[in-house]
């Protein structure tokens, strides 16, 4: 069967796209996970319908990705096609009212890049975030008193049922690390971004400034998936989790940071099981020490056992 579908989507799309028993360690920024039966890369609206269309007539699912910056995949991989939205389908494009149009795949620094270039501020809080446009805007993602809601204009999505539709802002019902999108399963195609005019200077210094903040204060020399937990609610993840003494904590190469406690990180050759396990007993002791639920803020696919 993965032999099959292998070969149907090379008719599909260029066979340097489709990828068949890909290690997802190579596309996941814990540089974990097992291996993918195919992993193919459209790079075009149409070439994702035709993936999605092809699922469905081998009756294999599918999971769409980005930059793999929020994910945990299972040591045992993913059964099925992952269909990953990165450089292939990233043209960005400026208009005269201050908007950018930016599909899925591009990355939040090159975006962020670019609105400074055109000297549009309001992105510079995702300046540094390692993830796609796509991914942000599913979880608006946020930053330094940002958040991707309090600039999008429109998005353009792709439902189950295979409707392209238009949302605007208004009807994406975002909250704190969450929109329709998660909800509705639609796969997100196009962002519409509606920034402001600044100056070239002044977004480029406070993209340094933030930038080197990061640096300073989280563990950006280790593979992670950023922020682990959600922030709880009259509290900071971070301070619970280094109050219940786990600053360091670890089970193989997966460890607690010590530099910053609100991520998980892999030490080098942590698997999936190892950072499941570290997550699950700070979940556990925070939960015993302060009654305060940790809810993951990293997605978990594939198969761990």
């Known amino acids: 069967m993965e032999e099959d579908i292998s070969q149907t989507l090379r008719g599909l799309l260029d066979e340097k796209r489709v990828l068949p028993d890909e290690p997802m360690s190579l596309h996941t920024t814990f540089c974990i996970g097992g291996k993918a039966d195919v992993l193919v890369k459209p790079a075009s609206v149409t070439e994702i319908e035709a993936v999605i269309r092809c699922c469905g007539e081998y009756a294999l699912p599918y999971y769409v990705?980005?930059?793999?910056?929020?994910?945990?995949?299972?040591?045992?991989?993913?059964?099925?096609?992952?269909?990953?939205?990165?450089?292939?389908?990233?043209?960005?494009?400026?208009?005269?009212?201050?908007?950018?149009?930016?599909?899925?795949?591009?990355?939040?620094?090159?975006?962020?890049?670019?609105?400074?270039?055109?000297?549009?501020?309001?992105?510079?809080?995702?300046?540094?975030?390692?993830?796609?446009?796509?991914?942000?805007?599913?979880?608006?993602?946020?930053?330094?008193?940002?958040?991707?809601?309090?600039?999008?204009?429109?998005?353009?999505?792709?439902?189950?049922?295979?409707?392209?539709?238009?949302?605007?802002?208004?009807?994406?019902?975002?909250?704190?690390?969450?929109?329709?999108?998660?909800?509705?399963?639609?796969?997100?195609?196009?962002?519409?971004?509606?920034?402001?005019?600044?100056?070239?200077?002044?977004?480029?210094?406070?993209?340094?400034?933030?930038?080197?903040?990061?640096?300073?204060?989280?563990?950006?020399?280790?593979?992670?998936?950023?922020?682990?937990?959600?922030?709880?609610?009259?509290?900071?993840?971070?301070?619970l989790i280094m109050e219940a003494g786990l600053a360091g904590f670890r089970i193989g190469d997966a460890q607690v940071s010590e530099k910053h406690c609100g991520f998980v990180i892999n030490r080098g050759q942590a698997t999936a099981s190892e950072i499941q396990a570290v997550m699950q007993e700070v979940i556990h002791r925070v939960q015993e020490q302060f009654q305060v639920t940790l809810e993951p803020e990293v997605c978990k696919i594939g198969e761990f056992f």
Not at 154 to 183: A, C, H, N, W
Not at 219 to 233: I, M, N, V
């Open 65 to 239: 990705i980005g930059n793999g910056s929020n994910l945990l995949v299972g040591d045992k991989g993913i059964r099925g096609v992952v269909i990953e939205l990165g450089n292939e389908f990233a043209q960005i494009e400026a208009a005269e009212d201050d908007t950018l149009w930016v599909q899925a795949g591009c990355l939040l620094s090159k975006v962020a890049n670019t609105a400074w270039k055109k000297g549009l501020t309001g992105l510079e809080f995702a300046s540094g975030i390692p993830g796609t446009i796509g991914g942000a805007v599913k979880m608006n993602a946020g930053a330094y008193g940002g958040e991707m809601k309090d600039i999008i204009d429109s998005v353009t999505v792709l439902t189950p049922e295979g409707e392209i539709m238009i949302l605007p802002q208004d009807r994406m019902e975002f909250g704190y690390r969450k929109s329709i999108v998660s909800e509705k399963n639609y796969i997100i195609l196009e962002v519409r971004l509606q920034l402001r005019k600044g100056d070239v200077k002044k977004i480029a210094s406070r993209m340094r400034e933030l930038n080197e903040a990061r640096r300073e204060k989280q563990p950006l020399e280790y593979p992670s998936a950023g922020s682990t937990f959600k922030r709880p609610e009259g509290h900071f993840a971070g301070k």
